[in-house]
Each structure stands twice: as structure tokens, then as C-alpha cells.
């Protein structure tokens, strides 16, 4: 949906390594989102984007960072990676007339052990 | 904070029955709110926005309703079939992002 891919699909990691999750879009939209699912609390938001070099924190944002240098890439960074970022990821993108129809992203699957 | 509720959290209906799904939500100054579909194991399919002005919105076989003063929204599927089978997902729009509720999953058999 709405050209929107995320990069890598799966990934298993170390307590404590960087991790950097990628989502792309070819459609120059300008607002975007990370959000992470979890079983139990539904979908959260982690981070957005309201343009290259805009960004602000979401509600589940502390051990998370991001960066938008391009209009078409929206990074999410885990500095230190712990057990309890194990999540599924999702990138997603705002779109339609008013930007209020919000389009996500296949997801990455990330397991921290 | 706003918070989303979804009731029933699990469903299990025969195939040919029409079915209700419900959410809602704490605060009414929302924007507007999106119901989305969700496959295991695949990401999310947007079915339905309605705006806050707006009373009702209808896409095929589904029919999405909103009362924003009481902080309800409904999600009629008529004619349920197998290929309706799939997590269903409330959110609505105050501003910054989506709230979710925990969604409903349904299963239709044949």
C-alpha cells in the first residue's frame, strides 16, 4: 500500500547491539510513523516524522531514535537493543487530501535475545 | 489520554451472518478514526475512514459508524464470508498519530 517498504523484514539480535530499521516510500509523502505491536498493549507509536529533518517522540519512544534526511526514508534506531524491544515494527505514511488517511508498511519482525 | 476500547476482543461467527464490531473511546475531540484489517502475520489494511463530521462511511460489504459524543464507532460486515476472517483494528486521530485499541478477531466458518 502506498509504495511503502521496510527493510530488513525479520532480523534476530544481541542484548545490546545497534540495530537500524528502515522504511521507504516513493510517493513524497510528507508525514511518517513507527509504531511497534506488541500482544497485549495493540499498536504504539515510537516516533514521526513531519518532514526532512522533523521529527518528534511518541509515546513509547525512550531507547528509540530516528532520522529523516531524505523525504523518502524514515530511520528507526535502537542504540543498545534489550529483550524487551522485541516487537513487530511498522512504518507507516499519511496520506489523501487532508493527510488523514494513515497507510502502513509489511512490518519487521525483531527478535532481541 | 485517550484510550480505545474493542468489544468483543474474540468472535467466532457461521458464514452468511451479518455481524456488528464495536469501539470506543474515551475523549471526543478526535479528528476522525480509521478501521483496519490485519492478516497474521501481515501489517495493516486501512477499510474505512470516517471524518468527525461525518455520521457513517460504506465500502462494499462494510458499513462503518460513528458517534462521537457518546465515543462510539461500529463495523458492520454483511454477509460474512471465510475471507473475512482477520483482525479487525479501531483507531482514532486526535492530532500527532493513531490511538489503536487491541482490535477484534474474527472467524468466520464455513
Known amino acids: 500500500d502506498a509504495g511503502i517498504t521496510q527493510s530488513p523484514r525479520h532480523k534476530v539480535t544481541e542484548t545490546g547491539t545497534p540495530v537500524t530499521l528502515r522504511c521507504h516510500q516513493t510517493?513524497?509523502?510528507?508525514?511518517m510513523y513507527w509504531y511497534r505491536q506488541d500482544p497485549g498493549h495493540g499498536l504504539r507509536l515510537i516516533h514521526y516524522?513531519?518532514?526532512?529533518?522533523?521529527?518528534d517522540k511518541g509515546e513509547v519512544s525512550d531507547g528509540y531514535s530516528v532520522s529523516r534526511s531524505k523525504t523518502e526514508d524514515f530511520l528507526l534506531t535502537l542504540e543498545s537493543a534489550t529483550s524487551s524491544q522485541t516487537s513487530v515494527y511498522f512504518c507507516?505514511?499519511?496520506?489523501?487530501?487532508?493527510?488523514?488517511?494513515?497507510?502502513f508498511g509489511p512490518g519487521t519482525r525483531l527478535l532481541v535475545l | 489520554k485517550q484510550e480505545v476500547t474493542q468489544i468483543p476482543a474474540a468472535l467466532s461467527v457461521p458464514e452468511g451472518e451479518n455481524l456488528v464490531l464495536n469501539c470506543s473511546f474515551t475523549?471526543?475531540?478526535?479528528?476522525?478514526l480509521q478501521w483496519f484489517r490485519q492478516d497474521p502475520g501481515k501489517g495493516l489494511t486501512s477499510l474505512l475512514l470516517?471524518?468527525?463530521?461525518?455520521r457513517e462511511q460504506t465500502s462494499g460489504r462494510l458499513n462503518a459508524s460513528l458517534d462521537k459524543s457518546s465515543g462510539r464507532s461500529t463495523l458492520y460486515i454483511a454477509a460474512s464470508q471465510p475471507g473475512d476472517s482477520a483482525t479487525y483494528l479501531c483507531?482514532?486521530?486526535?492530532?500527532?498519530?493513531?490511538?489503536f485499541g487491541k482490535g477484534t478477531t474474527l472467524s468466520v466458518s464455513s
Open positions: 507507516a505514511i499519511s496520506a489523501g487530501t487532508d493527510q488523514e488517511t494513515q497507510y
Open positions: 510517493e513524497n509523502h510528507r508525514y
Open positions: 516524522s513531519y518532514g526532512v529533518k522533523d521529527t
Open positions: 475523549d471526543s475531540a478526535i479528528y476522525n
Open positions: 470516517i471524518q468527525s463530521s461525518q
Open positions: 483507531a482514532v486521530y486526535a492530532g500527532t498519530a493513531l490511538i
